[in-house]
């Protein structure tokens, strides 16, 4: 009995231990909760040095300092970044809270339910405000009234050219029509450059990159037509331009058409390969010291119609499931101020007090986007809200009728014409 005695004692004891052990775990857990920072997740598509994507992930280290949180990020190529954040919300997923949108999607993913509205946010705000920012770049942004993303960069897209390239090949000046431009990949495949190193492999390149020679011969993509739209491909100017693409198409390797992407187009140009790209300020910005000096900015090529350069610009958001949304819109707040929008930006900010935060360096070359800024327009008009339905369905059928010639330059403009008015009447 009392050597029962004694170990009933004993693990009356033990349990004491234990529970006083327990008891000092418990007390410890809520000091670890507050310990916990809030995490935000933010989606860009590289940090390639000196682009966007590299630019915003310095200025969010200074964030992270400031509001004490963690920051991440979830980088995606260019060309699936779109279609990403079209999944994950789908799917119902949480994954990011602030994230990157090209103009031309921001309706789409708007309509979508993809991007958080901004408007109520941005009433209660004190330090952004819309009337900050150059209307165009807020404008391309709003769906039936309301704003869902801030512009990350607003920029306007031309030819920019090595010069020493140019010399090579015997132009005193960058070309100024498309038949000169057409000369020049001639002969600078002929010197065994690349002519042009752009994102082939993205679905900006039929609508924004090569659209550009359709819209200086006075063409479109689409037109009003009532109270509705309707495909603008399928006549002489849609012809033309297949002729164009061709012509230019031809002169570049077919594996680069195919899959040059955002680091095979910078490695093109810094290694002094490409002679030509298309692109907007950001790009002096991610060119190496050397390679930047090079380099000079034209207007872009002129058909028969009227001087253009395109409006461009990526965006940020916030991303509708996120579960930090209000930490989410503070880091748009800290991106939008006077102070943070230029360093965050590989271009221009947006802002219309960007000139005066610009550096030195950018006050040498940004003033030639700023004049060709009057040049500038967009795909389509403003009113055609199937900017991104119409990228996405075009791609397929203007890789097919442009990498090679199989059919007739008329038969070719009116395949991607249906494909385009197939978008309308099944989106209207």
């Given at each position: 009995?009392?050597?029962?005695?004694?170990?009933?004692?004993?693990?009356?004891?033990?349990?004491?231990?234990?529970?006083?052990?327990?008891?000092?775990?418990?007390?410890?857990?809520?000091?670890?909760?507050?310990?916990?920072?809030?995490?935000?997740?933010?989606?860009?598509?590289?940090?390639?040095?000196?682009?966007?994507?590299?630019?915003?992930?310095?200025?969010?280290?200074?964030?992270?300092?400031?509001?004490?949180?963690?920051?991440?990020?979830?980088?995606?190529?260019?060309?699936?970044?779109?279609?990403?954040?079209?999944?994950?919300?789908?799917?119902?997923?949480?994954?990011?809270?602030?994230?990157?949108?090209?103009?031309?999607?921001?309706?789409?993913?708007?309509?979508?339910?993809?991007?958080?509205?901004?408007?109520?946010?941005?009433?209660?705000?004190?330090?952004?405000?819309?009337?900050?920012?150059?209307?165009?770049?807020?404008?391309?942004?709003?769906?039936?009234?309301?704003?869902?993303?801030?512009?990350?960069?607003?920029?306007?897209?031309?030819?920019?050219?090595?010069?020493?390239?140019?010399?090579?090949?015997?132009?005193?000046?960058?070309?100024?029509?498309?038949?000169?431009?057409?000369?020049?990949?001639?002969?600078?495949?002929?010197?065994?450059?690349?002519?042009?190193?752009?994102?082939?492999?993205?679905?900006?390149?039929?609508?924004?990159?090569?659209?550009?020679?359709?819209?200086?011969?006075?063409?479109?993509?689409?037109?009003?037509?009532?109270?509705?739209?309707?495909?603008?491909?399928?006549?002489?100017?849609?012809?033309?331009?297949?002729?164009?693409?061709?012509?230019?198409?031809?002169?570049?390797?077919?594996?680069?058409?195919?899959?040059?992407?955002?680091?095979?187009?910078?490695?093109?140009?810094?290694?002094?390969?490409?002679?030509?790209?298309?692109?907007?300020?950001w790009m002096y910005d991610?060119?190496?010291?050397?390679?930047?000096?090079?380099?000079?900015?034209?207007?872009?090529?002129?058909?028969?119609?009227?001087?253009?350069?395109?409006?461009?610009?990526?965006?940020?958001?916030?991303?509708?499931?996120?579960?930090?949304?209000?930490?989410?819109?503070?880091?748009?707040?800290?991106?939008?101020?006077?102070?943070?929008?230029?360093?965050?930006?590989?271009?221009?900010?947006?802002?219309?007090?960007?000139?005066?935060?610009?550096?030195?360096?950018?006050?040498?070359?940004?003033?030639?986007f700023q004049e060709l800024?009057?040049?500038?327009?967009?795909?389509?008009?403003?009113?055609?809200?199937?900017?991104?339905?119409?990228?996405?369905?075009?791609?397929?059928?203007?890789?097919?009728?442009?990498?090679?010639?199989?059919?007739?330059?008329?038969?070719?403009?009116?395949?991607?014409?249906?494909?385009?008015?197939?978008?309308?009447?099944?989106?209207?």
């Amino acid at each position: 009995m009392k050597r029962n005695k004694v170990i009933s004692m004993g693990l009356a004891g033990m349990l004491a231990l234990s529970l006083i052990g327990c008891a000092g775990k418990g007390e410890e857990q809520p000091k670890k909760e507050a310990d916990a920072k809030e995490e935000l997740t933010i989606l860009i598509d590289g940090t390639t040095e000196g682009t966007d994507g590299y630019l915003i992930k310095q200025g969010a280290l200074e964030f992270a300092k400031e509001y004490d949180v963690d920051v991440k990020f979830v980088e995606t190529p260019y060309a699936e970044i779109h279609q990403k954040l079209m999944n994950v919300g789908a799917s119902g997923g949480s994954d990011f809270d602030v994230v990157f949108v090209e103009s031309d999607f921001v309706a789409q993913m708007g309509k979508a339910g993809i991007l958080e509205p901004l408007n109520e946010y941005v009433e209660k705000s004190e330090s952004l405000k819309w009337d900050d920012f150059v209307d165009s770049t807020v404008e391309r942004n709003t769906l039936e009234g309301t704003v869902y993303a801030i512009p990350q960069v607003a920029d306007v897209q031309t030819t920019i050219y090595n010069k020493e390239i140019l010399a090579d090949l015997g132009f005193a000046n960058p070309p100024a029509t498309i038949d000169e431009f057409i000369d020049y990949c001639v002969k600078a495949k002929e010197a065994d450059y690349l002519p042009m190193a752009v994102r082939f492999n993205s679905t900006a390149l039929p609508c924004q990159l090569m659209g550009l020679f359709l819209f200086t011969d006075n063409g479109a993509f689409v037109e009003k037509d009532g109270d509705t739209w309707k495909a603008a491909l399928d006549n002489e100017t849609g012809a033309k331009w297949v002729e164009n693409v061709r012509k230019i198409f031809s002169t570049i390797n077919g594996d680069t058409l195919v899959t040059m992407d955002d680091t095979a187009m910078y490695d093109a140009l810094n290694t002094g390969k490409a002679g030509c790209t298309i692109g907007g300020a950001w790009m002096y910005d991610a060119l190496n010291d050397d390679m930047r000096e090079k380099m000079v900015t034209a207007p872009f090529p002129k058909g028969s119609g009227d001087q253009v350069a395109l409006m461009s610009g990526w965006n940020l958001g916030i991303f509708a499931n996120s579960e930090h949304k209000d930490l989410a819109f503070k880091f748009l707040e800290y991106k939008a101020d006077a102070e943070n929008a230029g360093k965050m930006t590989a271009g221009l900010s947006g802002r219309k007090d960007a000139e005066e935060h610009f550096t030195e360096e950018q006050k040498a070359y940004y003033p030639e986007f700023q004049e060709l800024m009057q040049y500038g327009m967009g795909i389509t008009s403003a009113e055609f809200t199937l900017r991104s339905e119409m990228t996405t369905a075009i791609l397929p059928v203007f890789q097919e009728v442009t990498f090679s010639d199989d059919a007739a330059p008329a038969d070719a403009a009116k395949m991607m014409n249906d494909a385009i008015q197939k978008t309308i009447d099944e989106n209207q």
